[in-house]
C-alpha cells in the first residue's frame, strides 16, 4: 500500500491550499485517515482525523480554518485562513487493514511543504 499526497506550495497569510492524498495498492479497508505536521524543530502533531463512519476531529489550532473529508481510499485537506505557523511539512496517514489479514498497520505519505508567507 503506498500514500501519495499532492498540493503543498507558498501561499500567502490570509490564502487557501488544497491538499490531498490517495492511498494506493491493494484490497484494503481504511479505518481512518489523518493528516499530520512538522514544523522545523517541531514534533509531528495530529492537524486532522476523519475515522470510517465518524465524525472528523481536528487540533485546536486549526479549528474553524481546516476541513477534512475523504472519498474512497483519497482524504483531501481544505486549508482556509492560512497563518505563517502552519508552515510544516504535511503528511497524510492511514490506518488500514489488508484484505484477509487480521491486523491492521500506519501507512504514511511522502510529506508535502506548505509554506506561509507574504
Known amino acids: 500500500v503506498q500514500l501519495q499526497a499532492f498540493g503543498g506550495g507558498l501561499v500567502q497569510p490570509g490564502g487557501s491550499l488544497r491538499l490531498s492524498c490517495k492511498a494506493s495498492?491493494?484490497?484494503?479497508?481504511?479505518?481512518?485517515m489523518r493528516w499530520y505536521r512538522q514544523a522545523p524543530g517541531n514534533q509531528r502533531e495530529a492537524v486532522a482525523t476523519i475515522p470510517s463512519g465518524d465524525s472528523p476531529n481536528y487540533a485546536d489550532s486549526v479549528k474553524g480554518r481546516f476541513t477534512i473529508s475523504r472519498v474512497g481510499s483519497t482524504v483531501a485537506l481544505q486549508m482556509n485562513s492560512l497563518k505563517p505557523e502552519d508552515t510544516a511539512v504535511y503528511y497524510c496517514?492511514?490506518?488500514?487493514?489488508?484484505?484477509?489479514?487480521?491486523?491492521?498497520?500506519?501507512?504514511w505519505g511522502q510529506g508535502t511543504l506548505v509554506t506561509v508567507s507574504s
Open positions: 496517514n492511514a490506518n488500514l487493514r489488508i484484505v484477509d489479514s487480521r491486523d491492521s498497520s500506519e501507512y
Open positions: 495498492g491493494g484490497a484494503f479497508v481504511i479505518n481512518a
